[in-house]
């Protein structure tokens, strides 16, 4: 149902005349995220420049009963920033302010649609950096980090987003603005900053975030070691982690991978390795010494062929560049592929390799990898050409068995990309009804209306309904009832 | 029908047997909580059995109080109703530790103690050791969400807790988060049963990220003559590139209950051996001098920060303790601090301990600490204490509204620990 001409103009008025775009190619601009599969274009699009103009634009849609879907940088993988309800998309590109550095408590008041990068940039030079690095972060913001909990190969040591918020404003779904947490800890009460963390804007929308800055590390230390195949670097990988040395970053690369990367970007990965692990430790230097020298043993003593230490920041630079244009040298290799962001227990990582290599066999498909290895979270490119239809269904079916693999080994569905439309309809895979009932049931505390990026995150199912009630245990015979 | 108690107890008895319920009047005073003796007292065996036992007081209407060893029953305002006091003690093994992904999973009534020394043979560590922890349950030690020293280096359990089996009010058994150390599949559920008290559904099991245990350790005691440059030193420490576990602030009384000093304050400062020079230039040039910390000094820390009827965290920047141990100070002479001064947190076992005296000093306290967003809690004090001021202290209306929501959602009939929590809750 289109938005009516009294709602529009409402809008415009709390925007102001450059903060609404309803024309169809304006809006075009805004129908999908990088996971173009997906497309909904919103029936506008709100820049608002404070949380006052996104509290009213909240209040209006929450009386009109209209969708409302956030949008940070738009580079989110699962569906999440576009509309399939149509409604109102709420851009934060505006909002993208530094509200307070306060490096004596480590931590710093952001406006949603700030880019996370420049964050970084701003306290580098007094040795300050924002811990939570998604291959994006030239260009994502910290409100659509928030949303979807983003990750990065540096969380391995240092955690994913939320382990790095410390509060947040929110306009919720009932049209309130809320402060949740903030700079101090142990505010009394439920941790609604955790749990709103990764809502993917289905409980409101973030126009402030209070963040932790951490010091950077007195040494780093990369470490590059090729090896034949993918199951030997696997090996290698399970034996750092049992061995006690958890890495800053511990990010692995196919021979697929190396092919596209080498040719794409004069990156000089190994040839004809079957696997590259990218290793990088820092802390105390004697530590970091101690432990890169260790890492390097053990990836000999796990077949390595090779082992590189960067000697310097420039070859340090050097072997991180392959792997920060991993994403872009995907194209060289197909015209499309489906990406997966499931994790398994590290240990089963040689076992879930094997697996994805059958896999690919039995589905005629081709599987690239580049992943953050060191915690499990597997990103296979399962490619294929979207001129043939027969290919796509092949690479679905793939995808889906790789999944339930990965679930069955005691996994989960994502682990740093989100829900969002993709993945939402996999939930259950995960949880069993009363779980899914309980996250439904806890939308619904924050969103009411169930107005907010509907159709994201929770499935289409029937524990995720008014009417539903989850199994109770049977009481003794003999009870009163 | 009506529910009569006898009916209540035979359906009580039938699903757990004489061994795991008590009505004796011995077993039930024993059990009391601030003064209120429950009719009855359940030791589960199993999570069916806790999910059996809530499902019959959801029905029955009756108030049921987890707890773990009992350390923290005097937190919180005295509950409304306390019917059944569920003790989960018996729930205590290690479901499954993995050591090469560095998780286990246990059930909530295992102690940290018991844990440490299973984990203790692969040089893995749960880093959680607010004191006395060693003999407090996991599931107390997440429905309170304790923290130590350690805190500096792990954080919380907001940061170790990855995936939580609990049964809710009503009976019904729920799993939240992931069993892998990275999981963003739905809302991170575990966060909201961290520090809840168990007021939104009881905690059954736990998966709990693990750490290496760090190499071999130095400590440093640096003495400050005012409470002002040991805060200094503390910015100073955090604005290096050094990496400490533990940086611990203590006023003069908790060093001399410790055996040192005499100092106005102190920090205590932990880290690998090779990062001991930078700690003492950094502590000279803050102005304080640097001595070698006694071997057994963490044990004696533990046990008198243990110590105490009344007890205090004062939450407030690291830039507001120097000002926070001053307060202390005025307001009760006889009080000791000692707090995780990298998180801005002081531990304080007060002096006074009469109800209209503490709450005075309370008072003070919070005034002093709001503007910057601290808080003060009342960890533990006799129940008169706590009747007589708000021992959460104020919540903002927004966020008392979404918690009074999360309660009405998943607990409407009050079944669980009513009126302990913030606002009432």
């Given at each position: 149902?289109?938005?009516?001409?009294?709602?529009?103009?409402?809008?415009?008025?709390?925007?102001?005349?450059?903060g609404?775009?309803?024309?169809?190619?304006?809006?075009?601009?805004?129908?999908?995220?990088?996971?173009?599969?997906?497309?909904?274009?919103?029936?506008?699009?709100?820049?608002?420049?404070?949380?006052?103009?996104?509290?009213?634009?909240?209040?209006?849609?929450?009386?009109?009963?209209?969708?409302?879907?956030?949008?940070?940088?738009?580079?989110?993988?699962?569906?999440?920033a576009?509309?399939?309800?149509?409604?109102?998309?709420?851009?934060?590109?505006?909002?993208?302010?530094?509200?307070?550095?306060?490096?004596v408590?480590?931590?710093?008041?952001?406006?949603?649609?700030?880019?996370?990068?420049?964050?970084?940039?701003?306290?580098?030079d007094?040795?300050?950096?924002?811990?939570?690095?998604?291959?994006?972060?030239?260009?994502?913001?910290?409100?659509?980090?928030?949303?979807?909990?983003?990750?990065?190969?540096?969380?391995?040591?240092?955690?994913?987003?939320?382990?790095?918020v410390?509060?947040?404003?929110?306009?919720?779904?009932?049209?309130?603005?809320?402060?949740?947490?903030?700079?101090?800890?142990?505010?009394?009460?439920?941790?609604?900053?955790?749990v709103?963390?990764?809502?993917?804007?289905?409980?409101?929308?973030?126009?402030?975030?209070?963040?932790?800055?951490?010091?950077?590390?007195?040494?780093?230390?990369?470490?590059?070691?090729?090896?034949?195949?993918?199951?030997a670097?696997?090996?290698?990988?399970?034996?750092?982690i049992?061995a006690?040395?958890?890495?800053?970053?511990?990010?692995?690369?196919?021979?697929?991978?190396?092919?596209?990367?080498?040719?794409?970007?004069?990156?000089d990965y190994?040839?004809?390795?079957?696997?590259?692990l990218?290793?990088?430790?820092?802390?105390?230097?004697?530590?970091?010494?101690?432990?890169?020298?260790?890492?390097?043993?053990?990836?000999?003593?796990?077949?390595?062929?090779?082992?590189?230490?960067?000697?310097?920041?420039?070859?340090?630079?050097?072997?991180?560049?392959?792997?920060?244009?991993?994403?872009g040298?995907?194209?060289?290799l197909?015209?499309?592929?489906?990406?997966?962001?499931?994790?398994?227990?590290?240990?089963?990582?040689?076992?879930?390799?094997?697996?994805?290599?059958a896999?690919?066999?039995?589905?005629?498909?081709?599987?690239?990898?580049?992943?953050?290895?060191?915690?499990?979270?597997?990103?296979?490119?399962?490619?294929?050409d979207?001129?043939?239809?027969?290919?796509?269904?092949r690479?679905?079916?793939?995808?889906?068995?790789l999944?339930?693999?990965?679930?069955?080994?005691?996994?989960?569905?994502?682990g740093?990309?989100?829900?969002?439309?993709?993945?939402?309809?996999?939930?259950?895979?995960?949880?069993?009804?009363a779980?899914?009932?309980?996250?439904?049931?806890?939308?619904?505390?924050?969103?009411?209306?169930?107005?907010m990026?509907?159709?994201?995150?929770?499935?289409?199912?029937?524990?995720?309904?008014?009417?539903?009630?989850?199994?109770?245990?049977?009481?003794?015979d003999?009870?009163?009832? | 029908?009506?529910?009569?108690?006898?009916?209540?107890?035979?359906?009580?008895?039938?699903?757990?047997?004489?061994?795991?319920l008590?009505?004796?009047?011995?077993?039930?005073?024993?059990?009391?909580?601030?003064?209120?003796?429950?009719?009855?007292?359940?030791?589960?065996?199993?999570?069916?059995?806790?999910?059996?036992?809530?499902?019959l007081?959801?029905?029955?209407?009756?108030?049921v109080?987890?707890r773990?060893s009992?350390?923290?029953?005097?937190?919180?305002?005295?509950?409304?109703?306390a019917?059944?006091?569920?003790?989960?003690?018996?729930?205590?093994?290690?479901?499954?530790?993995?050591?090469?992904?560095?998780?286990?999973?246990?059930?909530a009534?295992?102690?940290?103690?018991?844990?440490?020394?299973?984990?203790?043979?692969?040089?893995?560590?749960?880093?959680?050791?607010?004191?006395?922890?060693?003999?407090?349950?996991?599931?107390?030690?997440?429905?309170?969400?304790a923290?130590?020293?350690?805190?500096?280096?792990?954080?919380?359990?907001?940061?170790?807790?990855?995936?939580?089996?609990?049964?809710?009010?009503d009976?019904?058994?729920?799993?939240?988060?992931?069993?892998?150390?990275?999981?963003?599949?739905?809302?991170?559920?575990?966060?909201?049963m961290i520090?809840?008290l168990?007021?939104?559904?009881?905690?059954?099991?736990?998966?709990?990220r693990?750490?290496?245990r760090?190499?071999?350790?130095?400590?440093?005691?640096?003495?400050?003559?005012?409470?002002?440059?040991?805060?200094?030193?503390v910015?100073?420490?955090?604005?290096?590139?050094?990496?400490?576990?533990?940086?611990?602030?203590?006023?003069?009384?908790?060093?001399?209950a410790?055996?040192?000093?005499p100092?106005?304050?102190?920090?205590v400062?932990?880290?690998?051996?090779?990062?001991?020079?930078?700690?003492?230039?950094?502590?000279?040039?803050?102005g304080?001098?640097?001595?070698?910390?006694?071997?057994?000094?963490?044990?004696?820390?533990?046990?008198?920060?243990?110590?105490?009827?009344?007890?205090?965290?004062?939450?407030t920047?690291v830039?507001?303790l120097?000002?926070?141990?001053?307060?202390?100070?005025?307001?009760?002479?006889?009080?000791?601090?000692?707090?995780?001064?990298?998180?801005?947190l002081?531990?304080?076992?007060?002096g006074?301990?009469?109800?209209?005296?503490?709450?005075?000093?309370?008072?003070r306290?919070?005034?002093?600490?709001?503007?910057?967003?601290?808080?003060?809690?009342?960890?533990?004090?006799?129940?008169?204490?706590?009747?007589?001021?708000?021992?959460?202290?104020?919540?903002?209306?927004?966020?008392?509204?979404?918690m009074?929501g999360?309660?009405?959602?998943?607990?409407?009939?009050?079944?669980?620990?009513?009126?302990?929590?913030?606002?009432?809750?």
């Amino acid at each position: 149902m289109p938005l009516t001409r009294a709602v529009v103009e409402e809008l415009a008025r709390i925007l102001g005349p450059d903060g609404l775009i309803h024309s169809a190619e304006g809006r075009l601009v805004y129908e999908c995220d990088m996971h173009a599969f997906y497309k909904g274009a919103p029936d506008v699009v709100a820049l608002p420049s404070d949380a006052a103009q996104v509290q009213a634009i909240v209040r209006l849609c929450r009386r009109e009963g209209v969708p409302v879907v956030p949008r940070g940088s738009g580079t989110g993988l699962i569906g999440g920033a576009m509309a399939p309800a149509g409604g109102v998309m709420v851009g934060t590109n505006r909002m993208d302010r530094i509200l307070e550095l306060d490096l004596v408590n480590r931590c710093a008041t952001v406006e949603p649609g700030l880019i996370n990068l420049w964050l970084t940039r701003a306290v580098q030079d007094r040795g300050w950096f924002f811990a939570p690095d998604p291959s994006s972060q030239m260009v994502s913001s910290i409100g659509g980090n928030v949303g979807t909990n983003a990750g990065g190969p540096h969380c391995l040591k240092y955690g994913i987003t939320v382990n790095h918020v410390l509060g947040l404003e929110l306009v919720t779904g009932a049209g309130e603005l809320v402060r949740l947490g903030g700079k101090v800890a142990e505010r009394p009460g439920y941790d609604l900053t955790g749990v709103a963390v990764g809502s993917e804007g289905t409980f409101g929308l973030v126009t402030a975030v209070t963040v932790r800055l951490l010091h950077v590390a007195e040494a780093v230390k990369t470490v590059l070691a090729s090896f034949p195949d993918i199951e030997a670097a696997s090996e290698a990988v399970s034996a750092i982690i049992a061995a006690g040395i958890i890495p800053a970053a511990l990010e692995m690369l196919d021979d697929i991978m190396i092919r596209a990367i080498n040719e794409g970007s004069g990156a000089d990965y190994p040839k004809g390795a079957g696997a590259v692990l990218l290793i990088e430790l820092d802390g105390p230097a004697a530590e970091v010494e101690a432990q890169a020298a260790r890492c390097a043993a053990i990836c000999w003593e796990r077949g390595a062929l090779e082992v590189r230490v960067a000697r310097d920041e420039a070859e340090r630079a050097l072997l991180w560049k392959g792997r920060k244009e991993a994403a872009g040298a995907v194209g060289r290799l197909a015209p499309t592929y489906l990406l997966q962001d499931a994790v398994v227990p590290r240990s089963k990582l040689p076992a879930i390799m094997r697996e994805l290599v059958a896999i690919g066999a039995r589905h005629r498909v081709q599987i690239a990898n580049v992943f953050h290895a060191g915690d499990g979270n597997l990103h296979p490119l399962i490619l294929y050409d979207d001129r043939n239809p027969e290919e796509l269904e092949r690479a679905k079916a793939a995808n889906e068995e790789l999944l339930r693999a990965c679930i069955a080994m005691g996994g989960t569905v994502s682990g740093e990309h989100g829900i969002g439309l993709d993945k939402a309809k996999n939930l259950p895979l995960e949880y069993a009804d009363a779980d899914l009932n309980f996250m439904y049931r806890l939308r619904g505390v924050f969103d009411p209306q169930r107005l907010m990026n509907p159709q994201k995150l929770l499935p289409s199912h029937p524990a995720c309904g008014e009417g539903f009630r989850p199994a109770r245990p049977r009481l003794p015979d003999g009870a009163w009832i | 029908m009506a529910v009569t108690a006898r009916s209540i107890a035979g359906a009580l008895l039938a699903l757990l047997g004489p061994e795991g319920l008590s009505d004796d009047d011995a077993s039930r005073a024993r059990a009391a909580v601030d003064g209120l003796v429950p009719r009855w007292v359940a030791r589960p065996a199993s999570l069916e059995q806790v999910c059996g036992v809530l499902a019959l007081a959801h029905d029955a209407g009756l108030a049921v109080v987890p707890r773990g060893s009992g350390s923290s029953l005097e937190l919180g305002h005295p509950p409304a109703r306390a019917d059944l006091v569920l003790d989960l003690r018996g729930l205590d093994r290690v479901l499954e530790w993995s050591p090469d992904d560095l998780t286990v999973t246990v059930e909530a009534g295992i102690t940290a103690g018991a844990l440490a020394r299973r984990l203790d043979a692969r040089r893995q560590l749960l880093p959680l050791d607010p004191p006395g922890a060693g003999a407090r349950t996991l599931g107390g030690l997440t429905a309170t969400n304790a923290s130590g020293p350690l805190r500096a280096r792990y954080g919380t359990l907001r940061d170790l807790l990855l995936g939580v089996r609990f049964v809710q009010a009503d009976g019904v058994l729920t799993w939240g988060g992931a069993k892998v150390v990275k999981s963003v599949s739905g809302y991170d559920v575990p966060k909201l049963m961290i520090g809840a008290l168990g007021t939104l559904g009881v905690l059954g099991e736990l998966t709990l990220r693990l750490h290496p245990r760090p190499e071999a350790e130095g400590a440093w005691l640096v003495t400050a003559a005012r409470p002002a440059d040991a805060q200094a030193f503390v910015v100073a420490l955090l604005d290096s590139p050094l990496q400490p576990n533990r940086v611990e602030l203590l006023d003069g009384a908790m060093l001399g209950a410790c055996g040192l000093g005499p100092a106005a304050a102190a920090v205590v400062a932990d880290a690998v051996r090779a990062q001991g020079e930078a700690v003492v230039a950094l502590a000279r040039r803050a102005g304080s001098t640097v001595a070698p910390t006694p071997e057994d000094f963490w044990a004696r820390y533990e046990r008198e920060a243990t110590r105490g009827d009344v007890r205090l965290r004062v939450a407030t920047g690291v830039d507001g303790l120097a000002a926070a141990l001053d307060a202390i100070a005025r307001a009760d002479g006889g009080a000791r601090a000692g707090g995780c001064a990298a998180h801005g947190l002081l531990d304080v076992a007060l002096g006074v301990a009469e109800p209209p005296a503490v709450a005075a000093v309370v008072a003070r306290l919070r005034e002093l600490v709001a503007p910057a967003g601290g808080g003060v809690v009342v960890q533990r004090a006799p129940r008169a204490v706590r009747a007589a001021l708000d021992p959460w202290g104020p919540v903002d209306a927004g966020p008392l509204a979404l918690m009074r929501g999360l309660k009405d959602a998943f607990d409407p009939r009050r079944v669980l620990n009513p009126g302990r929590f913030v606002g009432g809750l």
